[in-house]
Protein backbone atom coordinates (compact mmCIF):
# COMPACT_ATOMS: atom_id res chain seq x y z
CA UNK A 1 0.00 0.00 0.00
CA UNK A 2 1.21 3.48 -0.94
CA UNK A 3 0.45 6.74 0.20
CA UNK A 4 1.62 10.21 0.09
CA UNK A 5 0.37 12.14 3.07
CA UNK A 6 0.02 16.11 1.92
CA UNK A 7 0.56 18.35 5.00
CA UNK A 8 0.53 21.87 5.83
CA UNK A 9 2.05 23.23 9.20
CA UNK A 10 1.71 26.25 10.86
CA UNK A 11 5.15 27.67 10.21
CA UNK A 12 5.55 29.06 13.65
CA UNK A 13 5.42 25.31 14.69
CA UNK A 14 7.54 23.92 12.37
CA UNK A 15 10.27 23.30 14.41
CA UNK A 16 8.44 21.30 17.07
CA UNK A 17 6.47 19.41 14.23
CA UNK A 18 9.41 17.91 12.19
CA UNK A 19 11.12 16.89 15.64
CA UNK A 20 7.70 15.06 16.37
CA UNK A 21 7.55 13.62 12.87
CA UNK A 22 11.29 12.51 13.10
CA UNK A 23 10.74 10.65 16.29
CA UNK A 24 7.70 9.21 14.63
CA UNK A 25 9.27 8.16 11.54
CA UNK A 26 12.47 6.75 13.46
CA UNK A 27 10.20 4.39 15.66
CA UNK A 28 8.12 3.35 12.85
CA UNK A 29 10.58 1.83 10.67
CA UNK A 30 13.04 0.58 13.48
CA UNK A 31 9.64 -1.00 15.39
CA UNK A 32 7.06 -2.14 12.40
CA UNK A 33 7.81 -4.71 10.05
CA UNK A 34 4.78 -3.72 7.93
CA UNK A 35 6.63 -0.20 6.98
CA UNK A 36 8.70 -0.41 4.09
CA UNK A 37 9.71 2.91 4.21
CA UNK A 38 8.64 6.54 5.20
CA UNK A 39 10.39 9.41 3.49
CA UNK A 40 9.39 13.21 4.28
CA UNK A 41 10.76 16.18 1.81
CA UNK A 42 9.19 19.78 2.35
CA UNK A 43 8.57 22.21 -0.52
CA UNK A 44 11.88 24.28 -1.45
CA UNK A 45 11.09 28.08 -0.06
CA UNK A 46 7.83 26.93 1.52
CA UNK A 47 9.44 24.48 4.13
CA UNK A 48 6.00 23.90 6.17
CA UNK A 49 4.76 22.38 3.03
CA UNK A 50 5.73 19.07 3.56
CA UNK A 51 5.01 15.39 1.80
CA UNK A 52 5.26 12.14 2.99
CA UNK A 53 5.48 9.21 0.96
CA UNK A 54 4.58 6.17 3.28
CA UNK A 55 5.05 2.42 2.06
CA UNK A 56 3.63 -0.65 3.53
CA UNK A 57 3.62 -4.45 3.28
CA UNK A 58 -0.20 -4.40 2.82
CA UNK A 59 -3.05 -2.09 4.25
CA UNK A 60 -3.34 -4.17 7.09
CA UNK A 61 0.27 -3.27 8.24
CA UNK A 62 -1.02 0.77 7.26
CA UNK A 63 -4.13 -0.02 9.68
CA UNK A 64 -1.94 -1.46 12.56
CA UNK A 65 0.81 1.53 12.41
CA UNK A 66 -2.17 3.77 13.24
CA UNK A 67 -2.93 2.10 16.24
CA UNK A 68 0.76 2.67 17.71
CA UNK A 69 1.66 4.33 20.53
CA UNK A 70 4.37 6.33 18.70
CA UNK A 71 1.88 7.39 15.54
CA UNK A 72 -0.98 8.18 18.24
CA UNK A 73 1.85 10.47 20.12
CA UNK A 74 2.95 11.86 16.36
CA UNK A 75 -1.19 12.77 15.98
CA UNK A 76 -1.93 14.19 19.06
CA UNK A 77 0.90 16.15 19.61
CA UNK A 78 0.62 17.42 16.25
CA UNK A 79 -2.88 18.40 15.85
CA UNK A 80 -2.46 21.86 16.98
CA UNK A 81 0.35 22.38 14.34
CA UNK A 82 -1.03 20.76 11.58
CA UNK A 83 -3.53 23.49 9.13
CA UNK A 84 -3.92 21.14 6.36
CA UNK A 85 -3.82 17.05 5.51
CA UNK A 86 -4.27 15.29 2.52
CA UNK A 87 -3.87 11.44 1.96
CA UNK A 88 -3.34 10.49 -1.71
CA UNK A 89 -3.85 6.77 -2.23
CA UNK A 90 -1.39 5.88 -5.25
CA UNK A 91 -0.26 3.39 -7.49
CA UNK A 92 3.38 2.02 -7.93
CA UNK A 93 4.73 2.50 -11.41
CA UNK A 94 8.29 2.01 -10.42
CA UNK A 95 9.98 1.84 -6.65
CA UNK A 96 13.95 1.44 -6.66
CA UNK A 97 16.65 2.02 -4.15
CA UNK A 98 20.15 1.11 -3.71
CA UNK A 99 20.62 -1.29 -0.89
CA UNK A 100 21.35 0.56 2.32
CA UNK A 101 21.14 3.84 0.71
CA UNK A 102 17.59 4.53 2.70
Do not use: N, W
Not at 17 to 28: F, K, Q
Amino acid sequence: MIRIAEIEVDPRQLAAYTALLAEEIAASVQIEPGVVMLHAVAHRGEPHHIRILEVYASRGDYEAHLQTSHFLKYKQGTADMVTALRLVDVDPILLAAKPGSC
